[in-house]
């Protein structure tokens, strides 16, 4: 079974950038604004669409880049594993992030 959690972390892509000002931020599905989840399985989901698919699959934007949207080919797979790992590894746990390493895969 998966363990989902909202999703509230900095921006990969900014950090990719050095954008150190960028804060952590609550993420909210652009389609419908409702809370997305992320799971030990290395998914997305949005609470209200439960659309879950695999990190690689999504684009984001954040406040820094307004309407640019980045995806996996924009940012290093290291750079998801930073990002969770400091936003997320406190509250689910060692093993929830070594089972998100695993699935998250290299690209
Ligand atoms: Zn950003
Ligand atoms: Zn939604």
Redesign the pocket.
């Known amino acids: 079974m998966a363990q989902w959690t909202e999703i509230k972390m900095r ?1 990969p ?2 950090i990719t950038k050095k954008k150190e000002f ?1 804060s952590v931020i609550s993420w909210v599905h652009g389609n419908c604004g409702a809370p997305m989840e992320i799971s030990d399985f290395a998914e997305i989901r949005c609470t209200k669409c439960n659309n879950a698919s695999h990190i690689q699959n999504w684009r984001w934007s ?1 406040p ?2 307004g309407k640019i949207y980045f995806e996996k080919q924009s940012v290093p797979a290291t750079e998801f594993n930073i990002t969770v790992a400091a936003a997320l590894t406190a509250k689910m746990g060692k093993k929830w992030l070594m089972t998100f390493l695993d699935h998250l895969g290299e690209w």
């Open positions: 921006c892509a900014c960028s954040c820094n880049h």
